[in-house]
Nanobody, 115 residues
Framework: QVQLEESGGGLVQAGGSLRLSCAAS????????MGWYRQAPGKQRELVAT???????NYGESVKDRVAISRDNSKNSIFLQMNDLKFEDPAVYYC?????????WGQGTRVTVSI
């Protein structure tokens, strides 16, 4: 099993920045990649960013100019730097990891944007 714990969500002003963290634990051997998805009320879960073990990165179209994903293999962690937050960004942000074709999900961390 893989456990994922997100942190770093909260309230931020529009135009501000936020950095999310996700730490993986458990049987993390052979995790192929990790990433972030988000889900706003009444909407489907959507891709924010993913990063493979080889460092290949993929960003969602709606955020690709404002976010950056990174990883620290020594800490089994990934990070999501979000800049210029907009009113369409509030959501629960979920960390995900793929291992042997199976996705694992964290509990999510909520991001709220204020005026």
């Amino acid at each position: 099993q893989v456990q994922l714990e997100e942190s770093g969500g909260g309230l931020v002003q529009a135009g501000g920045s936020l950095r999310l963290s996700c730490a993986a634990s458990g049987t993390i051997f052979r995790i192929n990649g990790m990433g972030w998805y988000r889900q706003a009320p009444g909407k489907q879960r959507e891709l924010v960013a993913t990063i493979t073990n080889g460092g290949r990165i993929n960003y969602g179209e709606s955020v690709k100019d404002r976010v950056a994903i990174s990883r620290d293999n020594s800490k089994n962690s990934i990070f999501l730097q979000m800049n210029d937050l907009k009113f369409e960004d509030p959501a629960v942000y979920y960390c995900t990891a793929a291992k042997l074709g199976r996705p694992y999900w964290g509990q999510g961390t909520r991001v709220t944007v204020s005026i």
